[in-house]
């Protein structure tokens, strides 16, 4: 080699340097955008799928008028406004109802009780102690119960537990928990320590805790850094696990996201019950953000073995820093990461640089190669943004408002009216001939715990009958970067898959064995074909 071809070489080889330095973290990969709506009239700040498919959405009551009229002249009490704050959305139609709202629910908590109705708890100022109800059908609006929680809950986090009632969790400056419906007229809260110690004075970083329910029938809860499992009938720590590595904290306004990774059951029994959090904001950025300096946010993901006998965090690395994203568990049992900025914090005008890839992260792929760029939506979805999977696999995205307004101009991010929907890969065209499409059961099915179901399922084109699964879906309440009662169940098929005509199949699964694994209620189930998902059936198990 010549002296002139050795100089040519090295800065060759240092121009390939300097481009893999500045390269994106890797090629965004797959997924596709669509505008659903323009307007929905108002921020969808809370969102959650009902078991008709449609969805509820609403914000907050004092943001001022909305950009959607309530019905009949209708308007709120004691109030000049006469506009919505919270609408049905109906997925088949593509068409949205006001529904109307008598206190403030900003900042609220719900979930999906077993009989379908969504029940929604607290939020600000005379919606502190409000119980709301939201009854699946055509002509149905919120009922309202004053004084339906004994303590004010804003910002709390509600979980349904196996006897059906919800838990709620916390609130600002509410460190302990209560039950609904009450068992008794006094029935008081109970009070949890773990809350007063993960609270940072002036900054909290503890409040929506991420709270999962357990196959042992306890709750794990995740505070700022740190988690323990927790026996909520004896008010016991069962547990405490170690700190999160790095000490950062993860709830808001340092707000990460969380999820109970998939839950495999086999011969009756959740050998591996395993937590992911992902994402939030430094120590300070909230105080540093306030007074103009924003933090960029966390890019790391711990994963936690919680059945371990010595559970340790193993973390890992995002293609892109995430604070006030959302974490959802697809069909296939990937994890989809959505929304969010990469700098500075939750709270008002206190973020900055939307994060407009999502990622989708599969858990079981090698470690290194996780993590998989989507192509980017258009729209910033910065604090206030939510995030919910629909019955046909797509994700449905809205709302970010960083503003205690609605403001439309002169501000970085305009408050966001729009719906949009995310299709995953495996809705692309090209793999339509893989895609299961189940035939039995029914939609609105009822199944047993514990009970063989028989899936007949039909696929046009050749199937490995070794890769396909089923898995059920709990629909989830989103808020603020979590997803309520979020969880996915892999149930048990015994290899039992089998071709019984020209593209029809059965598989015969086990229906989950008990409420500790799956709460009763409404599930989402699905035939998954080589990572390709069918669209969901509704099941109720009971």
Known sequence: MTLSTSIITHHLIFFLLLLLLHAPPCPASGGSWSILRPSIGISAMHMQLLPNDRVVMFDRTDFGPSQISLPKGKCRHNSTDCTAHSVEYDVASNSIRPLTLRTDIWCSSGALMPNGRLTQTGGWNEGFRVVRNYKPCDKCDWQEIQNGLVQPRWYATNHILPDGRQIIIGGRQTF???????????????????????????????????????????????????????????????????????????????????????????????????????????????????????????????????????????????????????????????????????????????????????????????????????????????????????????????????????????????????????????????????????????????????????????????????LVSVTMISPSFNTHSFSMNQRLLVLDSSNSTKSVGQSYYTVNVIAPPSGNIAPAGYYLLFVVHKEIPSPGVWVRIQ
């Open 176 to 466: 302990d928990y209560e039950f609904y419906p009450k068992m008794s007229a006094t029935e008081n809260p109970h009070s949890l320590p773990f809350l007063v110690q993960t609270n940072d004075p002036n900054v909290e970083n503890n409040l929506y805790p991420f709270v999962f329910l357990i196959p042992d029938g306890n709750l794990f809860i995740f505070a700022n850094n740190r988690a323990i499992l927790f026996d909520y009938s004896k008010n016991q720590v069962v547990r405490t696990y170690p700190s999160m590595p790095g000490g950062q904290p993860r709830n808001y306004p340092s707000t990460g996201s969380a999820v109970l990774l998939p839950l495999r059951i086999t011969n009756g029994v959740v050998d591996t019950v395993e937590v992911m959090i992902c994402g939030g904001a430094p120590k300070g950025a909230f105080t540093n953000s306030l007074n103009g300096k924003f933090d960029r946010a966390l890019d790391t993901c711990g994963r936690i073995k919680i059945s371990d006998q010595y559970p340790k965090w193993f973390m890992e690395t995002m293609p892109l820093a995430r604070v006030v994203g959302d974490m959802l568990l697809l069909p296939n049992g990937h994890v989809l990461l959505i929304n969010g900025a990469s700098a500075g914090s939750a709270g008002w005008e206190l973020g900055r640089n939307p994060v407009l890839n999502p990622v989708i992260y599969g858990p079981e792929d090698p470690v290194g190669s996780r993590f998989q760029v989507q192509n980017p939506s258009t729209k910033p979805r910065v604090y206030h943004s939510t995030a919910v999977l629909l019955r046909d696999g797509r994700v449905l995205v809205g709302g970010s408002n960083p503003h205690d307004k609605y403001v439309f101009t002169d501000v970085i991010y305009p408050t966001e009216l729009s719906l949009e929907a995310f299709s995953p890969s495996y809705l692309d065209s090209s793999l339509v001939t893989l895609r299961p499409n189940i035939i039995l059961p029914k939609t609105n099915s009822k199944i047993r715990y514990g009970k063989g179901l028989a899936i007949r399922f039909t696929v046009s084109g050749p199937v490995n009958l070794n």
